[in-house]
């Protein structure tokens, strides 16, 4: 069973390998963000010192919820404003990302705490747990759109078998509309 793993993951390795950048672009062109994601980082280096490049794959890991992803493109975009703006937005949801498990699986308190707040779900949801804005019920965390009265986001807490710690967030308007997944 495990030669068959291993000959699997290098099989997938050998194919990733092979990949060009042209693909990558194809892929986020027609919206396959988790493809983008998942093939851009085994050929990073044919792109990093290409800004529009680096925040393509950035963007697609961001949509595919592979936010531990996004430390890397922040440090590298530098060179223009719009480069600068990407890497300040990166780093924003990162560090959003790791307060909210520190403060969920820890107990941190972040309250009061003030981070710009972006267009990304998950900052919305960050902002409004700083701000003591939920309600908990059972095992969930509610929170109201501020803006949309009609539209809820609801956080559950998660341990997987390894135990990796991992936070579902779910946008609900009636029913669910998208769910996030981070670990």
């Known amino acids: 069973m495990r030669l068959l793993l291993l000959f699997a993951t290098l099989l997938t390795v050998t194919f990733a390998k092979n990949i060009s950048v042209q693909e990558l672009i194809k892929f986020y062109k027609n919206k396959e963000y988790k493809k983008v994601c998942s ?8 792109f990093k010192k ?4 680096v925040s393509m794959y950035a963007f697609a890991c961001l949509k595919s919820d592979y936010i531990d992803r ?3 493109p ?12 990407n890497a300040a937005y990166l780093a924003i949801i990162v560090a959003q990302k790791k307060l909210f498990f520190h403060a969920l699986f820890d107990g941190m308190d ?5 981070f710009p707040e972006i267009d990304h ?19 969930k965390l509610i929170f109201n759109d501020p ?3 009609d539209i809820k986001y609801e956080v559950i807490l998660k341990r997987d078998e390894k135990p990796v710690k991992i ?17």
Do not use: M
């Open 39 to 46: 093939h851009g980082i085994t050929i990073f280096n044919k």
């Open 50 to 53: 290409d800004e529009a490049l």
């Open 70 to 72: 996004l430390s890397v």
């Open 74 to 85: 922040a440090v590298i975009l530098k060179n223009s404003k719009e480069a600068r703006a």
């Open 110 to 114: 972040i309250t009061g705490l003030v």
């Open 121 to 139: 779900i998950l900052s919305k949801v960050f902002t409004l747990y700083t701000q003591n804005k939920y309600k908990k019920i059972n095992d």
């Open 147 to 149: 803006e949309e009265k």
């Open 167 to 183: 936070i579902l967030l779910k946008l609900k308007k009636d029913k669910i509309i998208e769910t996030h997944k981070y670990w």
